[in-house]
């Protein structure tokens, strides 16, 4: 699971419990300049695409870390896809963010607001 806040010009993505061992970060922070956008796509959350390099991947438990694929690299963090939201990226090292969180709408909204100050 991932709390997310903002600070300064920051989003700030934070890594709870166990899903640190499991993606091997305990914090991503995002410039808001560089977020295009934020959607719930259940089905593109599924299951990962690319090659894991590192992180973890059990089939119907949870996808969490760094998967790369054509050239772009993803984030991914996890367990409940219908908890899941992506948050697409521009000029970052990362092209996109897939994330659970408690309350998805909640935090699309929350991002959208931020982006469009």
């Given at each position: 699971m991932i709390e997310i806040k903002f600070k300064d010009k920051n989003m700030i993505l934070?890594?709870?419990g166990m899903?640190?061992?499991?993606?091997l970060k305990s914090e991503l922070i995002?410039?808001?300049?560089?977020?295009e956008g934020?959607?719930?796509?259940p089905e593109e959350a599924a299951y990962p695409k690319g090659w894991r390099s590192p992180?973890?991947?059990i089939p119907g438990l949870i996808t969490?870390?760094?998967y790369r694929a054509k050239g772009n690299k993803v984030f991914w963090?996890?367990?409940n896809?219908?908890?899941?939201?992506?948050?697409?990226?521009?000029?970052?090292d990362y092209k996109s963010i897939v994330i659970e969180v408690n309350d998805p709408q909640n935090a699309v909204n929350q991002i959208s607001k931020k982006i469009k100050n």
């Amino acid at each position: 699971m991932i709390e997310i806040k903002f600070k300064d010009k920051n989003m700030i993505l934070t890594v709870k419990g166990m899903h640190k061992l499991w993606t091997l970060k305990s914090e991503l922070i995002i410039p808001i300049e560089q977020i295009e956008g934020a959607r719930i796509n259940p089905e593109e959350a599924a299951y990962p695409k690319g090659w894991r390099s590192p992180g973890t991947y059990i089939p119907g438990l949870i996808t969490a870390g760094t998967y790369r694929a054509k050239g772009n690299k993803v984030f991914w963090d996890v367990c409940n896809k219908e908890k899941t939201i992506i948050i697409d990226l521009k000029k970052n090292d990362y092209k996109s963010i897939v994330i659970e969180v408690n309350d998805p709408q909640n935090a699309v909204n929350q991002i959208s607001k931020k982006i469009k100050n």
